[in-house]
């Protein structure tokens, strides 16, 4: 099976920079995805990382160690908009399908 | 990319009713996802939609309950039977690509 863990609910200045951990345990490793989900909404694609080191894309990276078993997503010059569900979900047990963390709530305040 | 039309987007439906939810994909794929996510909670996958065999359910979800239709490479409905409270929900299909996944608006259900 898979398990993946990651902080229930974080909360973060406008303009400064957050960092959202998630561990996960699988087997078939086939990838690590990040998506943002906002209330009401479907998830939204944010990065995908399937070789170790560090995926930016603008305001937004993205961190894996596979040996680890650790990801992270770093969120800079924080926005309100930002304010959203963070879900970390793997591939893995040899096929395509997707399995989600909890999902971690970020609060931007002022 | 894919785009995914999923419907209907909302529905209040009465105990012990079935309800259809079709999903449609611009493009044709191997392997349409439907998840399920429970108010505050995050996405859990009932069953992988397989075209030409039958879905492939996850651990605590069965056909008699979830019944997946996939009769081509570009549709898939779920239906959700004999429907109670705690079916009330957001449904959602999903396609895989190499390095994303994709996903309909989601279907909100409401079981009074």
């Known amino acids: 099976g898979q398990n993946i863990d990651q902080p229930t609910e974080m909360t973060a200045t406008e303009g400064a920079i957050v960092q959202i951990n998630c561990t996960y345990q699988?087997?078939?490793?086939?990838?690590l995805f990040w998506y943002q989900q906002h209330a009401g909404e479907a998830p939204t694609f944010l990065s995908y990382n399937v070789l170790d080191g560090l995926e930016e894309k603008g305001r937004f990276s993205s961190f894996l160690s596979r040996s680890k078993g650790y990801s992270y997503l770093l969120l800079k010059e924080l926005q309100m908009k930002d304010s959203a569900s963070y879900l970390c979900?793997?591939?893995?047990?040899?096929?395509?399908?997707?399995?989600f963390g909890t999902g971690t709530q970020l609060k931007v305040e002022l | 990319s894919a785009v995914i039309s999923q419907k209907p987007s909302r529905d209040i439906c009465q105990r012990g009713t079935s309800l259809t939810i079709q999903c449609q994909v611009d493009s044709q794929v191997t392997m349409m996802f439907w998840y399920r996510q429970q108010p505050g909670q995050s996405l859990t996958l009932i069953a992988t939609a397989n075209q030409g065999s039958e879905a492939t359910y996850e651990s605590g979800f069965v056909i008699d309950k979830f019944p997946i239709s996939r009769p081509n490479l570009t549709f898939s409905t779920l239906t959700v039977s004999n429907m109670s409270p705690e079916d009330s929900s957001i449904y959602l299909c999903?396609?895989?690509?190499?390095?994303?996944?994709?996903f309909g608006q989601g279907t909100r259900l409401t079981v009074v």
């Open positions: 979900a793997v591939a893995g047990g040899g096929g395509n399908k997707l399995t």
């Open positions: 699988t087997s078939g490793f086939n990838g």
């Open positions: 999903s396609v895989r690509d190499t390095n994303e996944a994709f």
